[in-house]
């Protein structure tokens, strides 16, 4: 294969872990609730102007990556509050509008506070390329490679291996059951959320350095990112990373040889496709509907 292939490929598929990132928040908050986070993008790019804020205050970087990740579970936390929690008491699809209405309040309130134009996000991490077996590669690259793995490893084994993380499964598996054992749904979906955030706030970190900061950052990032959520399965967090790779890969081969205003074309027929032929998924499970 052409090392250009195959640079193409590689460069695509680490962009490719953002959107499984992303994809990864919607997941988290499904299992819990049947419920997203339409605003995700929002949190993602008020993530990122917090802790672009933090970082000009003059607060050392590895000070104000846990700056930007509390305020992401913060902002989780109060659109679980908001947006969510009164439309799943009520058993309403309301959170699917509330959770728009506070995106759309996002980007407004970070124009109003941060301006409209983009701006750098400056990283101590090297951006020079490195050489491996002829496919060049940053340190930057690397470093979100690693942040995405690292997360999502964290959480899943939080998942499955804490008290509060087994209250999870439980009610991913069965709210009403989990209830009558004890569980407190509500405060488990609250987790879910404030997971969410967290996992929004940390994709802003890792890709705007690569990209910008802005108030529309975000808008392509999350389309893409449902579109792997969908076409992978709302609940497979290994599904998410597959597909995130796959289409990262297939959007840089797109932009190359069709051309650079094809690219976000893969994820939209992507995502056509996952809806019409099987809505649940490639690694989601058939739903068993009684009657």
């Known amino acids: 294969m052409d090392h250009a292939v195959i640079q193409l490929i590689v460069s695509g598929a680490l962009m490719g872990l953002v ?3 992303v994809a990864y928040g919607f997941q988290l ?15 993602v790019m008020l993530s990122a102007f917090v802790s672009l804020t933090l970082t000009n205050t003059g607060l050392p970087y590895y000070l104000m990556i846990p700056g930007g990740l509390l305020f992401g579970v913060i902002a989780g936390l109060f659109v679980e509050r908001a947006g969510v929690r ?7 699809e309301g959170w699917i509008l509330m959770t728009i209405i506070l995106g759309l309040f996002g980007i407004s309130a970070a124009e109003n506070i941060w ?3 983009d701006r750098p996000f400056p990283t101590p991490i090297p951006t020079e390329p490195i050489q491996f ?7 930057l690259e690397i470093s979100v490679a690693v942040g995405v793995v690292l997360i999502m490893v964290v959480i899943e ?3 499955r291996k804490t008290l509060l993380g087994k209250a999870f499964e439980a009610v991913s598996a069965d709210r009403d059951a989990a209830e009558l054992m004890g569980i407190s749904a509500t405060r488990t979906i609250m987790l879910s959320y404030g997971l969410s955030g967290l996992v929004a706030a940390l994709a802003g970190i890792l890709v705007s350095p690569i990209t910008t900061v ?3 950052m975000a808008s392509a990032l999350v389309l893409k990112a449902f579109s792997v959520a969908v076409v992978a399965g709302l609940e497979s967090g290994f599904g998410v990373v597959i597909v995130g790779l796959f289409l990262g890969s297939l959007e840089s081969l797109t932009s190359f040889y069709v051309g650079s205003g094809w690219r976000e074309a893969p994820g939209l027929v992507l995502l056509i496709l996952a809806l019409a032929i099987r809505p649940t998924g490639i690694f989601g499970k058939a739903v068993i509907r009684k009657v």
């Open 19 to 21: 959107y499984a990132l």
């Open 29 to 43: 908050t499904y299992a819990t609730s049947k419920s997203i986070n339409f605003g995700q993008g929002e949190l």
């Open 86 to 92: 009164l439309a799943l008491e009520q058993k309403s």
């Open 115 to 117: 301006g409209r134009d």
């Open 133 to 139: 077996f002829g496919v060049s590669i940053t340190p």
């Open 157 to 159: 084994l939080f998942k």
């Open 214 to 216: 802005g108030p529309t």
